[in-house]
């Protein structure tokens, strides 16, 4: 079984940074990748970056390009995602997720979810 435990949200100004943290535990290979994903309040949830354990491929959400930065660090089992000048419209509760294989988008690829954590961006 795998656990996965967001940390790190909260409220912040916008142009502000947040580094959101995605602890795993159980079952973990290094042929899985890890994605994030977030939902606002009335939308689908929606893809915002992955990155494959061993870091040599990442993917982002073109909203997010150049502003937030995901990687992996093996040793803790944790995955980061740096968040830079935020923006209102960034405002939602974030979700890690893991599946096997490669990086991918599509929600639905992923089998395990942590229960997120809230980011609120101020203007």
């Known amino acids: 079984q795998v656990q996965l435990v967001e940390s790190g949200g909260g409220l912040v100004q916008a142009g502000g940074s947040l580094r959101l943290s995605c602890a795993a535990s159980?079952?973990?290979?290094?042929?899985?990748?890890m994605g994030w994903f977030r939902q606002a309040p009335g939308k689908e949830r929606e893809f915002v970056a992955a990155?494959?354990?061993?870091?040599?491929?990442?993917d982002y959400a073109d909203s997010v390009k150049g502003r937030f930065t995901i990687s992996a660090d093996n040793a803790k089992n944790t995955v980061y995602l740096y968040m830079n000048s935020l923006k209102p419209e960034d405002t939602a509760v974030y979700y890690c997720?893991?599946?096997?294989?490669?990086?991918?988008?599509?929600?639905?690829?992923?089998?395990?979810w942590g229960q997120g954590t809230q980011v609120t961006v101020s203007s």
């Open positions: 997720a893991r599946r096997s294989g490669v990086v991918a988008a599509n929600p639905r690829s992923y089998d395990y």
């Open positions: 159980g079952r973990t290979f290094s042929n899985y990748a």
């Open positions: 990155i494959t354990w061993s870091g040599a491929y990442t």
